[in-house]
């Protein structure tokens, strides 16, 4: 069992800069893939990026690749989101997910959803112009 809660969420001015964190527990955080997803209102919850158990593979959605960065700190439990050059369309609830430890069908799926079997309450980001 995996227990997620993100943080370092708020407002922020168009360009601006922001890093969340998640923290895990559990004894698996370091045999778990990692994502971020967010939603806008109206919207659906859309992947943002993923990163594997131990940091060699990571992703992005082409609307964040080149301003936001994905990166885990095992010894920690957290998974971090550093977002630069952020704008207005960023503005959405971002969700932490983990998948199930050592998940192999997340390095083809990574971007889904439902290869995540547990989810933190989320972090609302606003990005004001």
């Known amino acids: 069992q995996v227990q997620l809660v993100e943080s370092g969420g708020g407002l922020v001015q168009t360009g601006g800069s922001l890093r969340l964190a998640c923290a895990a527990s559990g004894r698996t955080f370091s045999s778990n893939a990692m994502g971020w997803f967010r939603q806008a209102p109206g919207k659906e919850r859309e992947f943002v990026a993923g990163?594997?158990?131990?940091?060699?593979?990571?992703d992005y959605a082409d609307s964040v690749k080149g301003r936001f960065t994905i990166s885990r700190d095992n010894a920690k439990n957290t998974v971090y989101l550093q977002m630069d050059s952020l704008k207005s369309e960023d503005t959405a609830v971002y969700y932490c997910?983990?998948?199930?430890?050592?998940?192999?069908?997340?390095?083809?799926?990574?971007?889904?959803?439902?290869?995540?079997?547990?989810w933190g309450q989320g972090t609302q980001v606003t990005v004001s112009s």
């Open positions: 997910a983990a998948a199930a430890s050592l998940s192999s069908s997340w390095y083809w799926r990574k971007d889904q959803a439902d290869v995540y079997d547990y």
């Open positions: 990163i594997s158990y131990n940091g060699g593979t990571t």
